[in-house]
Structures are given as C-alpha cells and as structure tokens.
C-alpha cells in the first residue's frame, strides 16, 4: 500500500515565523502535492512537483514556496507565517502517465494554527 | 464555480437506507474519481470511472457517469454509521495532465 506520512498532524506557530511542512511518501510517485483545505473551499491547490527539483505553482502559492531535493520528500514552507495561513494542509503524491489523471494518494494531514 | 461540484452539500440518512451523492463538472474528462475523507485526516481514494465506463462497482459502492450530461453520482448501499465521512469527487484540469479539481464535498451523517 502507498504510505504518505506528514511531518505533523497538528502545529502552533506565532505570525512572522518560518514553518516547514514535511512530506514523504514511499511509492516512488514521481508526482506530489500540496493542497490546503477550508471550510467551504474545498481543496485548493498550491504547488505541485513532477520531478526532483521541479515545481510548478497552482492556484493560490502567494506566501508558500517548496522544496523537492529527493524523489521521495516534498517540503512546504511559509516564509513568514499569517493568521491567514491557519489551515489544514495536505500532502499527495501520484504516478507520472501523461494524459490520465491517476488517482492521488494522501497524507493525514497537518492542522496549522498561527497566532 | 469549479468543476467538480457535489450535490448535496449535506445529507443524514439512517442506517441501513441507501446514500446517493451527485457531481456536476463542467469540461471534456477522461476520468473521474471519488475520495472520501473521516473528520480530521486525509482524503482516501474510493473508485475511479473512465470516460468510456458508464457504471462502476466497488463493494457497497456504485458509480455512475453520463459524459453527456457531465454528470456522476455515488450511491453508498446499506449505509453503516462508519460510512459517516465527507465525500469528494475529483476531475481533471485541462491545463495539465495530472492535477485534478476537488469540489467542495458532501457531508454524510449516517445515524445508528
């Protein structure tokens, strides 16, 4: 079974601070993402990568960037964490097959609360 | 509104009776896939339909697509309370070939 673990499932973090969201999964998926999730918002999108050292933004990556230095690990980090920011967030990783949308495999996620 | 969008946003059924969930999207697909997700955790995949299936069986789930009505439903059977999640339905984007639209869900209350 594919296993996608996160660094945390819960995290307090002050306004201003650096926060690193750590992801890994084991199935050697060549994709991963990042997603936050709000009340009423459903899943959005905020940075994917298809490849070591590729990344490419979604739909809300403002006050995000990522790091994929190995195949396996995918890290989300806030520069400088806003109350805004208080949300879950979860972590994905599917195959690589151009033209079929293959299913994604999650993580349990990180509830970030900032203050 | 995004593609991908489930209907209803809430339902609270008794245990036992059948659980039907629709999802509307709005562009040309080649699959469409549903996850469900327990209060709190990660979305789990349940079952994905291909563009040129029209029904799909899973257990005690059944999936339907109609390209032409750009339409699918899941009908949960015989509903435990442990079925008591929130369910999404997930297309894909045309601007990429594996992200995919998550709706804003629907939230199943099995009663016991």
């Known amino acids: 079974d594919v296993k996608v673990t996160q660094s945390s499932r819960y995290l307090v973090k002050r306004t201003g601070e650096k926060v690193f969201l750590e992801c890994v999964q084991d199935?050697?998926?060549?994709?991963m993402f990042w997603y936050r999730q709000d009340p009423g918002l459903g899943l959005r999108l905020i940075y994917f990568?298809?490849?070591?050292?590729?990344?490419e933004k979604g739909d809300i990556p403002e006050g995000y960037s990522v790091s994929r230095e190995k195949k396996e690990r995918f890290s989300l980090i806030l520069e400088s964490a806003s109350t805004n920011q208080t949300s879950m967030y979860l972590c994905?990783?599917?195959?690589?097959?151009?033209?079929?949308?293959?299913?994604?495999?999650f993580g349990p996620g990180t509830r970030l609360l900032v203050l | 509104s995004q593609q991908g969008e489930e209907d209803p946003q809430a339902l609270s059924i008794q245990e036992g009776e059948n659980a039907t969930m629709n999802c509307s999207y709005k562009t040309s697909i080649n699959n469409l896939q549903w996850y469900r997700q327990n209060s709190g955790r990660g979305l789990v995949h349940l079952i994905l339909i291909r563009s040129n299936e029209r029904e799909k069986h899973s257990g005690r789930l059944r999936v339907t697509l109609d390209t032409s009505k750009k339409s699918s439903s899941l009908l949960i059977t015989a509903s435990r309370a442990a079925d008591t999640a929130s369910y999404f339905c997930?297309?894909?984007?045309?601007?990429?070939?594996?992200?995919?639209?998550f709706g804003s869900g629907t939230r199943l209350l099995v009663r016991p």
């Open positions: 994905a990783s599917s195959l690589l097959q151009t033209g079929v949308r293959e299913t994604q495999y």
């Open positions: 990568s298809y490849d070591v050292k590729m990344k």
């Open positions: 997930a297309t894909g984007r045309m601007d990429s070939s594996y992200k995919l639209i």
């Open positions: 199935m050697d998926h060549e994709n």
